[in-house]
């Protein structure tokens, strides 16, 4: 009888002990759901709708919303649709990640869009670019949407010899910065500003008489806009112009907004041919004004710096793309802004970039741009897609305060001596580029 007790006693235990150890894993599944349920995680605010607003960025967020680059795929928008598929053909991993999942089908965006974003686009192409729905398209973004394809236009004002090598009394043969000014047709006193002024190509001096460099100004320009109404035929004009100054760039396609990328891709691929031994790289719109002596200063220290790393950790490529940085940007929804990506076109946030006032960046990462842009579907404003190709490259541009896309406070902007610690400054007319030239000139003695 004793041995059946201790027997049952034993069966028991076994029977109970599977149950006692499910409740005490139910009860910490509870507590931790309980605890997940309470816990609230602190709200990160929006710092931008991009452009960004007229605010001092130098407030930036520590961290972005979400991660830009993700494999999530928004079905109603074209870009992602576009730059989904381009992923998966340069990723072999993800190619192979559509086994056991259910997606909507890739197959379902027009053939000829989703074959040219993955193989470029032909010369002979270009002028004929696949049609397709875009009903769910602003009007104002159809021309780009029905070009964005094309990657490759005909050169129509070249200067091959522009930085060829070419020793100067100074010493330099070969140039210390490259400016590279975005600028239109109809926009001529814009570009002689700029040369009589910040832009001037030569030897420039640094700040104080510091050690400066060779600098070359070139403008980068497409054919006139047609559809925004009759305009004057400036061609012959342009010529001049060019004949005096030779410093024009120019392709054929149309200079419009939504284009200022393709400025972007066709002048790295003219850098990689014909100024391979530029530094460094100024990038900037043609009423912008910039303290090019303060920059030299800062880039003759960038390099003395990088000097140093590859003595010591053997490095060889300099990362250095500086401006003002514009963090946990979304896109601009009002229809009425030159800024307005429909949710049609683009879904998400946008990636951190520098504001396309003016950015500067080595030679090298210029190189690794261009490369990397192949992988990258054309986005319409030119330094959100900066941006994304850095993403891309695992990079982030760097901020520096002397970067004034947003420009001074109006009541500094007349004083010189406000403009000490400024290497840029945006918005500002020829007549204010000439009037503030001279004033500096006079800031080292009155500051």
């Given at each position: ?383 959100v897609y900066l941006g994304m190709c850095l993403q891309r490259l695992g990079l982030s541009p760097s ?16 004083n010189p001596c406000a403009y000490k610690s400024v290497l840029l400054v945006h918005r500002r007319s ?18």
């Open positions: 009888m004793g041995k059946c007790c201790k027997c049952n006693g034993r069966v028991l235990c076994m029977c109970l002990l599977p149950c006692m150890m499910t409740g005490h894993l139910l009860i910490y599944i509870m507590v931790t759901i309980f605890v997940t349920i309470s816990y609230t995680p602190s709200k990160i605010t929006i710092h931008y709708i991009a452009p960004g607003i007229s605010a001092n960025s130098g407030a930036l967020a520590s961290h972005p919303l979400s991660p830009f680059w993700n494999l999530h795929l928004e079905h109603s928008a074209l870009w992602n649709h576009l730059q989904h598929s381009l992923d998966r053909h340069y990723n072999p991993i993800l190619k192979g990640n559509m086994s056991g999942t259910r997606r909507k089908p890739i197959a379902k965006l027009p053939t000829p869009i989703r074959d040219e974003c993955l193989s470029g686009c032909a010369s002979h192409k270009c002028s004929k670019p696949p049609l397709y729905d875009v009903n769910n398209i602003p009007e104002r973004m159809r021309s780009f949407v029905n070009s964005m394809h094309c990657r490759c236009y005909r050169m129509l004002i070249n200067q091959p010899t522009m930085c060829k090598r070419n020793k100067t009394r100074f010493g330099f043969n070969y140039p210390m910065l490259l400016i590279a000014i975005k600028s239109q047709v109809g926009n001529f006193e814009n570009r002689q500003a700029i040369r009589e002024t910040w832009g001037r190509s030569g030897f420039v001096k640094g700040e104080f008489n510091k050690k400066g460099g060779l600098v070359r100004t070139v403008f980068l320009l497409g054919r006139q806009d047609s559809s925004t109404g009759p305009h004057p035929d400036l061609k012959n004009f342009l010529d001049l112009e060019n004949q005096k100054h030779r410093d024009i760039l120019q392709w054929d396609f149309m200079d419009s907004f939504f284009n200022l990328t393709l400025k972007d891709l066709l002048f790295w691929h003219w850098l990689e041919q014909y100024c391979p031994t530029a530094a460094f790289i100024f990038k900037g719109d043609d009423d912008v004004f910039v303290r090019t002596d303060a920059l030299l200063d800062y880039l003759n220290n960038k390099w003395k710096e990088h000097n140093l790393r590859c003595t010591s950790k053997n490095e060889t490529d300099m990362d250095l793309f500086v401006g003002d940085v514009i963090a946990n940007a979304m896109p601009n929804r009002d229809p009425s802004t030159k800024y307005y990506i429909p949710e049609s076109f683009y879904r998400g946030a946008y990636p951190t970039y520098a504001g396309g006032g003016g950015v500067v960046y080595s030679q090298s990462l210029a190189l690794r741009l261009k490369e990397v842009s192949a992988k990258v579907c054309l986005f319409p404003i030119d330094d901020h520096h305060p002397g970067f004034l896309t947003f420009d001074l406070p109006e009541t500094g902007r007349g020829p007549k204010e580029m000439l009037t503030l030239w001279n004033r500096l000139q006079n800031m080292k003695s009155e500051c």
